[in-house]
């Protein structure tokens, strides 16, 4: 990555405008999962060390351009100002006098976290005259929000165009470094391995890592519209109709490279809202009942994943292997996690690429026991169809 990054530039009592991730849940207006907080905190830190006056901005939720009071970044600057045991000032508005007041009373070594950028329709339509307000807060630019550099929004592409260092953070250098390499130079044999509800988010990820893996492993809701593809019945399971005759061509173009489920957890009666299921059983994916719907991969399946994980140096995960949510259906997502940290213990480099699999593993107590879990479900899978995204590309090239 030939661009600058916090390293490059100077920042002793410069004001540095950094764009974070901090889109994080919240209950009764407390953080109640600050992974994302934490993991801005290396260049947070580094900022603040050498003398920064840190002006953090972010996103939460999606409020339309609306003050959306239960979408206020407030509970992060007091969950921020815990972890650092520093004071976190925070401001009541993103841009503006009152922003520009907060910014003004900064000391060096101190740190203000604005409002919810997203309060504004102007910041996801990139708006310059917005981008503009945005930049007179700071001197310098550092983005470390790798699950917006997907976006071509105000914050992160727009506000490039009026200051003249834009740097990566440490976050985005380091998903960077490990999305790049796996994408460029992976240790073989690489397997990948893909779930999730559906493919249509995920045809230009197969397409392109066809061209790099020695396997792809699928699994997940989008399975069953493969097996449909094959002309098997699927009874009740998950199935995008629209999307048989493009899973038909990814199987004629993989070939032996794609390796579907051979066994499939099933059930009469399924109710994700009341986190329920009724009889369950495990068939063979060509003997799914009429009326059943598959919810989890089965034991066989898990072994021969585990097979194939255990052949690998290089595996990216993306997409649990069944809803994982409830617990009786999530063994093969736990299983996948399992084999993953045990890769990794083996000196093998594994990846999970966000979004679910990163609250997979999570869940499944193994995401310090993996080389890397993105911070970008969205940004990761862009990355991995072998797309430029818009937020690094904006960043100031290195002389």
């Known amino acids: 990555m030939n661009k600058l990054t916090v390293e ?14 901090f889109n994080v849940p919240l209950e009764r207006d407390e953080v109640a999962d600050d992974n994302r907080i934490r993991a801005a905190l290396p260049t947070i830190r580094y900022i603040l ?7 953090l901005m ?37 841009a503006g006098p009152a ?3 907060a910014v003004a009373g900064l000391a060096e070594g101190e740190v203000l976290l604005l409002e919810n950028l997203r309060y504004y329709g102007q910041e996801t339509d990139n708006d310059p005259d917005f981008a503009a307000r945005l930049a007179r807060l700071g001197e310098l630019y550092v983005n470390d929000a790798f699950g917006t550099a997907h976006r071509a929004h ?23 470094e490990y999305l790049g390499k796996i994408m460029e130079s992976p240790e073989k044999p690489f397997v990948a391995i893909l779930g999730g509800a559906k493919i249509s988010g995920k045809i230009d990820v197969i397409t392109n890592l066809l061209t790099k893996v ?14 449909k593809a094959r002309g098997m019945e699927i009874g009740d399971s998950l199935l995008e109709e629209d999307k048989v005759d493009v899973a038909k061509k990814i199987l004629t173009q993989g070939g032996d490279k794609i390796i579907l489920p051979v066994d499939c957890l099933v059930s009469d009666r399924f109710d994700f809202k009341a986190r329920q299921t009724g009889q369950m059983k495990t068939v063979a994916v060509d003997a799914i009942p009429p009326g059943w719907a598959g919810l989890d991969i089965g034991a066989k399946t898990i072994a021969l994943f585990d097979s194939l994980v255990k052949e690998a140096r290089t595996v990216v995960w993306n997409g649990p292997m069944g809803v994982f949510e409830i617990e009786d259906t ?21 990846v999970i690429g966000g979004g679910d699999s990163a609250a997979a593993v999570e869940k499944a107590g193994v995401s310090e026991k993996v080389s890397h879990v993105s911070t970008g479900g969205g940004a990761s899978l862009e990355f991995m169809e072998g797309k430029i995204l818009p937020g690094v590309a904006a960043l100031s090239d290195k002389l």
């Open 330 to 350: 999530a063994g093969g997502t736990y299983a996948v996690a399992k084999m993953l940290s045990e890769l990794t213990a083996r000196g093998g480099t594994t």
């Open 8 to 21: 490059d530039i100077n920042v002793g009592g410069k004001r540095v405008l950094m764009r974070v991730d």
């Open 49 to 55: 060390d050498r003398g920064g006056r840190l002006i």
């Open 99 to 101: 922003a520009e007041s």
């Open 58 to 94: 972010s996103h939460l939720g999606r409020p339309g351009g609306k003050r959306v009071p239960e979408m206020s970044l407030k509970p992060c600057a007091a969950s921020l100002s815990r972890l650092l045991d520093r004071p976190v000032a925070f401001a009541s508005d993103c």
């Open 214 to 227: 020695d396997r792809v492993i699928v699994g997940g809701g989008m399975s069953y519209t493969f097996f």
């Open 154 to 176: 105000a914050s992160t592409v727009g506000v490039t165009r009026h200051l003249s260092q834009c740097a990566a953070g440490f976050l985005m250098m380091k998903e960077l």
